[in-house]
């Protein structure tokens, strides 16, 4: 599965922002999609991940009621609409593909299968 993430920018503290990542390559309805992030000098930590029908999602602690994804597997693309954005949520954005197509250890880096590039979201306080 290929992915390609796109949507970041520099937005202020309180603003809105939604990111794109555009799948090809494999059945899209198949896969779960989950978005993760990384802080400068920290580890990539999960963020949400959606099931393949898009009737599941899960959010980590610290963006739950800010943050909503979604999918379009007529389009095979999953969105993250942030709303409420935090200093703190300051990190390049990673999509990610869990072909596996469960939500089995979703918050695990390790159990996701191919990566984004990456997308930059920048608040300023």
């Known amino acids: 599965v290929q992915l390609q993430a796109s949507g970041g920018g520099l937005v202020q503290a309180g603003d809105s922002l939604r990111l794109s990542c555009a799948a090809s390559?494999?059945?899209?309805?198949?896969?779960?999609m989950g978005w993760f992030r990384q802080a400068p000098e920290k580890e990539r930590e999960f963020v949400a991940v959606i099931s393949r029908s898009g009737g599941t999602t899960l959010y980590a602690d610290s963006v739950k009621g800010r943050f909503t994804i979604s999918r379009d597997n007529g389009k095979n693309t999953v969105y993250l609409q942030m709303n409420s954005l935090k200093s703190e949520d300051t990190a390049v954005y990673y999509c990610?593909?869990?072909?596996?197509?469960?939500?089995?250890?979703?918050?695990?880096?390790?159990?996701?299968?191919?990566w984004g590039q990456g997308t930059l979201v920048t608040v300023s306080s």
């Open positions: 390559g494999r059945t899209f309805s198949s896969i779960a």
């Open positions: 990610a593909a869990k072909t596996d197509g469960t939500l089995i250890g979703y918050n695990d880096r390790d159990r996701y299968d191919n």
